[in-house]
């Protein structure tokens, strides 16, 4: 059995509002904002917070893969974010498109990553200050990664399948409708071509948003603990594996587990349903 | 091909450079509240749902005056995104003072050259959700006007 933590084991790794606004000015932070919503950046934002794209600026436009270190160099760089920048990500959806944007960023060794607990919605609710203006930072060097840390936090489908095949943590973050195999979409979304319903099988259920408060803030240490140790059964020092349909719910979960109870070896498998569920000869588990 | 006033609008997009096509759809998004209906007016038809394909409800409502011209509002919920909020705003002013047939007939593909291809993505196919609705409640009339002739 497992301790129940009484704190998160990284608190660092999430901020309030409060913090924002003390820290709008602070040279070694760039506030990144990150949403589903194409546009709503451009609607108002954080002062001073800038924009980075889930599609255009972190994934490879050609293959399905994330931008090479050269160009995640060049985001950094047109951004003024050097390697010492405390990049603190936040953004709609409770933080989903936030959260895989600060993954990205782990994906290529940047150190100094956080959460903006509760994330737009909570901002914008509490009435603090947006604006349309978009801001101009000098450009920095930041140097080419010598790597990706694809190996660390990022799971292949041959990946997932080993870890199906041996029976080790598998964890399904979508709606329990799309875990059954009910559906291939979630609800309020549209298809985006998934030939297959169902789930990886040995995979759990648990989907994102038990970590989550209604107003989007990740739940506190202990009722996380609950979720994911003694109802997930997960365990420090296990490999874990989360997913969803395209990788942004599971980072959600990742961050969850890496940053507020601070499991090691969880690995996103952001192919996810998307992938497998296309995948001639994938195993598949309905119900 | 297209009625004037979306010919027009369309034309717009098309010149625009990428920035301000951006801010020109969220200026539309922005006067999406306007097309909600207003005191006092009357519909012949009013459609108010959420959909699965949608995050919030959407309601529209139709109105034909005494030429057979429809003329449309439109409500949206707090949760619906930015570029489906534009295209409210922009399909409420350049389809206005069409016939319902007209509305029906028109193709979708001007859609993309609204919004650009850097905008239009898998997950904001919900760009053509409120054409689909527009042209639902015409199509709905249209079978009701149909169904009153032969009674």
Known sequence: MTTSPTQYAHPEALVDADWIEKHQNDKNVRIIESNEDILLYDTGHIPGAVHIDWRTDLQDQVVRDYIAPDKFAELCSRNGITPETTCVFYGDKANWWACYALWAFRLFGHEKVKILNGGRDKWKAEGREMTREVPKYPPSNYPVPAKRYDKEIRAFADEALAQSKAGKPLIDVRSPGEFKGEITHMAEYPQEGVLRGGHIPGAKSMPWKTATNDDSTFKAAPDLAKIYYDQCGLKPGTDTVVYCRIGERSSHTWFVLTYLLGLENVRNYDGSWTEWGNKVGAPIEKG | ?151
């Open chain 2, 1 to 151: 091909m297209y009625p004037p006033k979306l010919e027009a609008i369309i034309s717009l997009f098309e010149s625009l450079p990428e920035i301000e096509r951006r801010e020109t759809l969220v200026s539309y998004a922005d006067n999406a509240k306007k097309q909600e209906p207003r005191p006092g007016e009357t519909f012949v038809l009013e459609d108010v749902r959420k959909d699965e394909e949608c995050a919030d409800t959407v309601g529209v409502y139709l109105q034909v005056d005494d030429e057979g011209k429809a003329h449309f509002r439109m409500t949206l919920g707090p949760e619906v995104q930015t570029l489906t909020r534009a295209m409210t705003a922009i399909l409420c002013k350049g389809l206005d003072g069409r016939t319902p047939q007209e509305v029906l007939e028109l193709p979708s593909d001007f859609v993309t050259r609204i919004v650009g291809a850097e905008l239009v993505r898998v997950r904001s196919q919900t760009i053509y959700y409120v054409l689909t609705r527009i042209k639902g409640i015409c199509k709905v009339y249209l079978d009701r006007q149909r169904m009153a002739a032969v009674a």
